[in-house]
């Protein structure tokens, strides 16, 4: 745990990272990140994204992310882009894997929270300078476009199927 704790700082300290930070601050960018790791995800991806974009007219761009190929086919996430777009799609098993993370193996192992992995993943990936996490069965309430302040943990906005 000591050598993990430290290649995960030596990777918050490095300078590539701090060049990722700056260059997602300069963007400026927020957006939502929804998690759907898994087929049976979907239609509460549905859901999420009607209530998002329909019942509360938010305006901000979606990254949906999910854990392999086997989770999301290109006919689906055409059909959701058409829908409910921007959303940009992204699969983290063709991503290069950080050197700092446990290895890849392991993580991939049966019984490993891949919804945990998933959800760190998808905030290390992510384009936005300012992103609100939710799961793919969460329900906004409000709209997240509205917030004046960077998103917080302390501020709930879903209730959680």
Request: aromatic share 6%; charged share 20%; glycine share 6%.
């Amino acid at each position: 745990m000591r050598a993990q704790h430290k290649q995960v700082a030596a990777y918050l300290s490095s300078a590539g990272f701090r060049a990722k930070v700056a260059a997602r601050k300069a963007r400026g960018q927020r957006g939502i990140i929804i998690n759907a790791g898994s087929p049976n995800l979907i239609s509460s991806t549905i859901v999420t994204l009607k209530v998002l974009r329909e019942q509360l007219d938010c305006k901000l761009p979606v990254e949906l992310v999910w854990h392999t190929a086997e989770e999301m086919d290109d006919g689906t996430l055409a059909a959701l882009r058409q829908h409910w777009g921007p959303i940009v799609g992204i699969s983290l098993s063709s991503l290069p894997w950080p050197a700092h993370h446990r290895a890849k193996e392991q993580v991939q192992q049966p019984g490993w929270k891949q919804g945990f992995f998933g959800k760190v993943m998808s905030l290390t990936v992510s384009s936005f300078a300012s992103a609100l996490l939710l799961d793919a069965d969460s329900i906004p309430l409000a709209d997240p476009e509205g917030l004046s302040r960077p998103y917080s943990t302390s501020l709930s906005l879903c209730r959680t199927a």
